[in-house]
């Protein structure tokens, strides 16, 4: 049977997509793999399934918890700003380390949370095939809807659709 490797963030909303598509994939007969920073340990052991550690020393064990209070207490552009640092920064680490200890683990598929689009490099970089997984529904630009860091009220008239498009331009940019 075949080694599924699961990338995901370490928060509940993620995990709790990732781990179930994961046991079922080992209710098939696979082994599955998730590759994370020590905030995930104890979910992903509690499923089942096994686990790997990235990124010890950059993200100790609840770096997660502490991240998601300090963003708690920011909004707009220092929430925006404060978000893109966590992913730039869980980015690097995933790939840093995530090739080395795939490679040695054997893993020969990959589940890359959309989050984690480092993942899909990696994957790449290692010849597995890969495929994305969202969680995120929110992440998914629909010009109709407005962007997820905006107060923006839904507005189905042209010019909502136009001021949309630009607001996801500045996400753009931003990430």
């Given at each position: 049977?075949t080694?599924?490797?699961?990338?995901?963030?370490?928060?509940?909303g993620?995990?709790?997509?990732?781990?179930?598509?994961?046991?079922?994939?080992?209710r098939?007969?696979h082994?599955?793999?998730?590759?994370?920073?020590?905030?995930?340990?104890?979910?992903?052991l509690?499923?089942?399934?096994?686990?790997?550690?990235?990124?010890?020393s950059?993200?100790?064990?609840?770096?997660?918890a502490?991240?998601?209070a300090?963003?708690?207490?920011?909004?707009?552009?220092?929430?925006?700003?404060?978000?893109?640092?966590v992913?730039?920064?869980?980015?690097?680490?995933?790939?840093?380390?995530?090739?080395?200890?795939?490679?040695?683990?054997?893993?020969?598929?990959?589940?890359?949370?959309?989050?984690?689009?480092?993942?899909?490099t990696?994957?790449?970089?290692?010849?597995?095939?890969?495929?994305?997984?969202?969680?995120?529904?929110?992440?998914?630009?629909?010009?109709?809807?407005?962007?997820?860091?905006?107060?923006?009220?839904?507005?189905?008239?042209?010019?909502?659709?136009?001021?949309?498009r630009?607001?996801?331009?500045?996400?753009?940019?931003?990430s």
């Amino acid at each position: 049977m075949t080694h599924f490797g699961l990338i995901c963030p370490a928060s509940t909303g993620h995990l709790n997509t990732m781990l179930p598509l994961g046991k079922e994939l080992q209710r098939r007969g696979h082994r599955v793999t998730l590759f994370g920073i020590l905030d995930a340990e104890s979910k992903t052991l509690a499923a089942g399934l096994e686990f790997k550690a990235i990124g010890e020393s950059d993200f100790p064990k609840g770096a997660m918890a502490e991240s998601l209070a300090q963003l708690g207490e920011l909004s707009g552009r220092e929430a925006l700003r404060a978000t893109i640092n966590v992913l730039r920064d869980s980015t690097a680490v995933l790939l840093r380390d995530v090739p080395k200890v795939m490679k040695e683990a054997g893993v020969e598929a990959l589940l890359v949370d959309q989050v984690s689009s480092a993942g899909g490099t990696v994957a790449d970089f290692l010849g597995i095939p890969f495929i994305t997984i969202c969680s995120a529904v929110v992440l998914n630009r629909d010009y109709s809807v407005p962007p997820h860091f905006t107060n923006w009220n839904y507005n189905p008239a042209w010019w909502g659709r136009l001021r949309n498009r630009f607001g996801y331009q500045v996400l753009k940019r931003t990430s």
